[in-house]
């Protein structure tokens, strides 16, 4: 029997639905071209993208200058594995650890990867350095956490959605709320060997903590011997405005842990970067991946560090966060409960009762703006850190437009 192939956006949404595995929701639209901020669909119609693939697209789709490095490495080499070494990863190091103010680097490919990666650096480190007992490391994380989708990482989360159906799940992990120092510092004992923090909660919303808490950590972390590791998947390479979320209260954690961004929209492209003393508890064969530190990856890497270097688009785009976020609080929109911002990332919370950030999703993407909800009552602005201002605008009318008829 021969399966026909079906055409336009019915046809693909339909192929998605009979022989993909539905771990996803997605808005029904069939994308196939990206330029800069406009995507367009199989249909002809254009989108302004406004979610940037949650911010792995802060410089755009297919910015010329990462088409151009990729298209060039392509040509050379793309894939080595560890066990040869390639002329791209060490510049990338380099780069990277001269980016974030760190010693070492350890590259990944996807973000949970390196958070997984951070997980078992952490526990080495406190096994070698710290002399925590065997088997009994601790790592404090926060309520409303999202790190990613493996079985230990969503074993901490609080999400149902998340966790049910997949345990068991390890032990090693204590919960405590999410900007809340003295709970961390109650929560920290003998055993402890990091606090894994997002500086800004992304999926839960674009939570910003409140003013202090970073550097309250960092001297928590300090007094009680214990590493501080941001995920900086989705908050980091600019997407807060700064470099990285945990500028804004100047800290410097132990391991940066990034991704998303890094990989230039091109391809996935993770890293830990920190401390000698914590990186260096690793020796051959005890932690890899195939894939990790690929030249192609590297090069793009190493392009996109290159475009965020003299911090002209991240100041850029900070502007223009802090005027959007203006305007839509001014508007005094009655269907707006909250507009809570950090450079070019908002999280616009809608008021109970309002229709849900799902439909207000579909009903800005009827207008050529897509966006998605989070949490149900939450819209989530994040359009490439490489918009232009009348860009911007264009897409904050039709949200306006939007946010008006809702209530
Ligand atoms: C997206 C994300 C991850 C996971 O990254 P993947 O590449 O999807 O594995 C981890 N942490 C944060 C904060 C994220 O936003």
């Excluded at 390639?86 to 990277?96: A, S, V, Y």
């Excluded at 901490?156 to 510092?185: E, K």
């Excluded at 999280?347 to 009827?366: D, H, N, T």
């Excluded at 490439?384 to 437009?401: I, Q």
Aim: charged share 25%; with cysteine.
């Amino acid at each position: 029997m021969t399966t026909s192939i079906s055409t336009g956006a019915a046809g693909a949404i339909d192929l998605e639905t009979r022989y993909g595995a539905h771990n996803y929701d997605p808005l029904p639209v069939v994308l196939c071209e990206g330029q800069g901020v406009w995507v367009s669909d199989v249909e002809g119609r254009r989108y302004f993208d406004a979610l940037s693939a949650y911010s792995a697209l802060n410089l755009g789709h297919r910015h010329p200058q990462l088409v151009r490095a990729a298209g060039e490495q392509l040509e050379r080499l793309t894939l080595t594995s560890r066990a040869f070494h390639n002329d791209q990863l060490g510049p990338f190091c380099l780069e990277l650890a001269e980016f974030c103010g760190a010693d070492r680097v350890l590259p990944m490919n996807t973000g949970a990867e390196a958070v997984e990666t951070a997980i078992k650096l952490a526990r080495k480190w406190g096994y070698e350095r710290k002399g925590v007992t065997a088997e009994r490391a601790e790592i404090v994380v926060c309520a409303g956490n999202f790190h990613g989708r493996t079985t230990t990482i969503v074993g901490f989360s609080d999400d149902p959605l998340a966790r049910s159906g997949f345990g068991p799940f390890g032990p090693g992990f204590v919960t405590v709320p999410y900007g809340d120092g003295d709970a961390l510092r109650a929560a920290i004992g003998p055993d402890t060997v990091a606090f894994l923090v997002e500086p800004i909660q992304g999926e839960a919303g674009v939570i910003v903590p409140p003013d202090g808490y970073l550097g309250a950590a960092r001297a928590i972390c300090d007094e009680t011997e214990t590493l501080l590791v941001a995920d900086e998947i989705q908050s980091g390479l600019g997407r807060s405005g700064r470099r990285f979320a945990s500028d804004h209260e100047g800290v410097q954690p132990d391991l940066y842990l990034l991704g998303k961004a890094l990989g230039g929209g091109i391809l996935p492209l993770s890293a830990v970067a920190g401390r000698d003393e914590v990186l260096g508890v690793l020796r051959p064969g005890e932690h890899g991946s195939t894939f990790g530190g690929n030249p192609l990856a590297c090069a793009v890497g190493r392009e996109v560090l290159r475009l965020l270097a003299d911090g002209r688009v991240i100041e850029e785009s900070a502007e223009l966060g802090a005027r959007a976020a203006a305007r839509l609080r001014s508007a005094g929109h009655p269907a707006v409960r909250e507009v809570r911002q950090r450079g070019l990332w908002l999280g616009i919370e809608l008021v109970p009762g309002a229709p849900s950030a799902r439909e207000a999703s579909k009903r800005l993407m009827e207008r050529g703006v897509l966006a998605k909800d989070t949490h149900e009552t939450t819209l989530r602005l994040a359009p490439p850190l490489t918009v232009t201002v009348e860009e911007l605008d264009w897409a904050l009318e039709r949200l306006e437009s939007v946010l008006t008829e809702l209530v």
